[in-house]
DNA sequence: TGAATGATTTACT
DNA sequence: GTAAATCATTCAA
């Protein structure tokens, strides 16, 4: 089932803790992907230094979080590569969900075509927003996109338990200051496929 | 009009 | 650990 656009009408901190566990699909025109949300960050609004719509900055790139829920923000960023976010709130207030990093569940080998890697675990294909992107897909075409009728989709699963999350600081947001840097990133600790630092090295 | 830089990834030392 | 790849967007002038 498809998340219902309600669903984004929560809070964004709340949307992104809830989409851990969510399956996100493309149907695109060489096939279908699909793989399990294991890592997301909130990003809140004119307040949020770290945001693209900090100040109440508003431009053609940002305009789609401005926009309704359950709608896809794509940019294009460090000149090659995608990130994709999923716009919570209602229109005017702009607040996003980034997806960082999935399990694949479905068209591997479509992936691995995508990513340029013939062999090396699955893990790997869709670790990181940029490599998500990759995998799946998804670039500027998909900007605006509706998650809940278009080809990007979002389906339900079962709650990922308490016990299995971690909450962090967000990644490569230093640079907007120390209020940039509280818990606003959300990951499947057990996971392989989460971006960053190697488990070892954080424990 | 021009310069700086980023919600990154990968390869290399 | 550091650096290169590479460009849309942003900001200063």
């Known amino acids: 089932m498809v998340l219902p656009r309600s669903f984004y009408l929560q809070p964004t901190l709340v949307v992104a803790r809830r989409l851990l566990g969510k399956v996100l699909v493309h149907d695109g025109p060489q096939g279908r992907v699909a ?27 940002n305009e789609v979080m401005y926009g309704p829920p359950g709608h896809a923000y794509v940019y294009f960023i460090y000149g090659m590569h995608h990130c994709v ?26 992936m691995r075509a995508r990513r340029g890697l013939d062999d090396g675990p699955e893990w790997r294909l869709c670790r990181g927003p940029g490599a998500l992107c990759r995998a799946c897909g998804i670039d500027r075409a998909l900007n605006g996109a509706d998650l809940v009728r278009g080809p990007l989709r979002i389906l339900d699963a079962p709650e990922i338990p308490p016990s299995a999350v971690r909450r ?4 490569g947001v230093a640079y907007a200051g120390p209020d940039a840097m509280r818990a606003w990133r959300f990951v499947v600790a057990a996971s392989p496929a989460v971006s960053g630092p190697s488990r070892s090295r954080r424990e």
Not at 36 to 61: K, L, N
Not at 85 to 108: F, S
């Open 35 to 61: 793989g399990r949300i294991v890592e997301t960050e909130a990003y809140r609004g004119p307040a949020d230094r770290a945001a693209h719509s900090r100040g109440g900055h508003r431009s053609s790139r």
């Open 85 to 110: 976010n999923v716009v919570t709130q209602p229109r005017d207030v702009p607040e996003a969900v980034l997806l960082r990093a999935l399990e694949p569940v479905a068209g591997t080998a479509l």
């Open 168 to 171: 962090t600081p967000r990644i």
